[in-house]
């Protein structure tokens, strides 16, 4: 069925129960991984806006103090 490159009957059950194991584990892992990217991703850019709007406030303020 598959040329012989992959025989299902030479795999025992436990072969087949770790490579799935395997599979499963680097999944997750790529998950774990992903959503902490994310994460991180997200305060980076929560702390570059409240720069931001920090720094326009305090443009605003100077603006207002030269207009008086």
Do not use: C, P, R, W
Not at 11 to 40: P, R
């Amino acid at each position: 069925m598959t040329a012989g490159l992959l025989n299902i009957d030479d795999f025992s059950d436990k072969s087949l129960a770790d490579l799935t194991s395997d599979v499963v584990k680097d999944a997750v892992d790529a998950y774990v991984a992903t959503k902490n990217l994310n994460k991180k991703f997200h305060e980076s850019l929560s702390d570059a806006i409240g720069k931001l709007n920090t720094s326009d406030k305090e443009g605003n303020t100077q603006k207002q103090k030269k207009i008086q």
